[in-house]
Every structure is written in C-alpha cells, then in structure tokens.
Nanobody, 111 residues
Framework: QVQLVESGGGLVQPGESLRLSCAAS????????MAWHRQAPGKQRELVAR???????NYADFVKGRFTITRDNAKNTLDLQMTNLKPEDTAVYYC?????WGQGTQVTVSS
C-alpha cells in the first residue's frame, strides 16, 4: 500500500515558478517509477513527467525545458520544479506511483 500526499500548489502569475512536492509512505517507494500528471477543467488527465526508480526522466513536450522532476528515495519524496509557468499550465496536479494516486494539488497561473 502506498499513500501519496501532494503539496505546493497555488496561484502564480505567468512567468513565475512553483515547486510541487509529493510525500510518499511505504517501504517500496524507491523501487517504483513515479510520475506527475495533470488535469485541466474539461480535459483528460495527461502525463507531465516521469522518473524511474533509477532516476531516468522523461517529459511531455509541453513542459520540456521548463519543468524538472526529481526524487529523494531517502526522504520518500517526489518533486516537480515548474518554471516559466503559463496560463495553460493551470490544472490539478497529481502524483502517481505504481498506479497509486494522490489527491491532487491545484495550480493556477493567471495575471
């Protein structure tokens, strides 16, 4: 069983940065590939970034160069550093590990 709790969302202006964190419980955390997904109003949930248990990463094209996913297996945390945020990044962001999901954290980018 894995429990995931996201934090760090909020309201920012275009061009600003935000860092999301996901705290995971469970001893198997370090063996899971983990990911951030997002869902905007009226749209399907989409993958933002993924990081394997070994630390390899991949990103959706729409965030490449702006977002960075990292993990700390010692602390059981997964982060998403978001820079140069755009209004179209507005969504609920979800942490996911081995098909377990957090409750989501709202990110709103607006002037």
């Amino acid at each position: 069983q894995v429990q995931l709790v996201e934090s760090g969302g909020g309201l920012v202006q275009p061009g600003e940065s935000l860092r999301l964190s996901c705290a995971a419980s469970g001893s198997s955390f370090k063996w899971y590939d983990m990911a951030w997904h997002r869902q905007a109003p009226g749209k399907q949930r989409e993958l933002v970034a993924r990081i394997t248990f070994a630390g390899s990463t991949n990103y959706a094209d729409f965030v490449k160069g702006r977002f960075t996913i990292t993990r700390d297996n010692a602390k059981n945390t997964l982060d998403l550093q978001m820079t140069n945020l755009k209004p179209e990044d507005t969504a609920v962001y979800y942490c996911e590990a081995n098909s377990y999901w957090g409750q989501g954290t709202q990110v709103t980018v607006s002037s």
